[in-house]
């Protein structure tokens, strides 16, 4: 080997230095106490942000955008397919990026292997769908090779520049009112790692996840927890909302 050359190494060694001490059950029961207190806070203050997100205001999309999908062009209302809310993430599969032709660049795979099923955010009136500038057969393809069920569009205009994606990744969030769509919200950089849940993709959404617990404005649809729970492929089609709520 040269002085030019770097070694292949293997995983990372499992034991590092400069580890903690090692503690009783007492004291290691008395430590996570303490964190219990800070990791308390930091669910009540996520759900105090997620509050936040509900009050947003909402902003109309003026312009008509078209993907391609597997059945065919479709509209951003389309997208929604008779539900109330749509989740957009914009995923970097296309010629030029790492990976291509065999798959999308390494950090949007990432967020696609840890997708939950979509049929629980389908159940609370959500569509999520992916989008690239790839063509459907490359998509058809990739999607068949990883594993991945969630639909995924083709964008073919201006809707990644117009909503802050056509050169990072990120999260858009609509709501329709009947056939007008209203975008509410909008998360990128280190805050798409967190998304994956059904929970984290609902708590970005203008509705919520729609239980009565939530501090959320008056007239939103709300359940019980746990009644709405059910297994993946128990849900049915479930009976969509006509419009936003007033």
Known sequence: MTDHEV???GPADPSPTG????????????ARQRLLVQEKELTRARDALAAERRRMPWLAVEKDYAFDGPEGRASLLDLFDGRLQ?????AFFEPGV?????HACPGCSIVADQVAHVAHLNARNTTLV???RAPQQDIARMKARMGWTMPWYTITDEFDVDFGVDEWHGTNAFIRDGETVFRTYFVNNRGDEALGSTWSYLDVTALGRQEDWEDSPEGYPQTPPYVWWNWHDEYGDGAPLAAAPK
Not at 19 to 30: F, G, N, Y
Not at 86 to 90: A, D, E, G, K, N
Not at 98 to 102: E, H, Q
């Open 7 to 9: 070694p292949i190494t």
């Open 19 to 30: 580890t903690p001490p090692i503690a009783s059950p007492e004291e290691w029961e008395a």
């Open 86 to 90: 749509l989740i957009v993430y914009r």
């Open 98 to 102: 790492i990976g291509w032709p065999d």
């Open 130 to 132: 992916f989008a690239s």
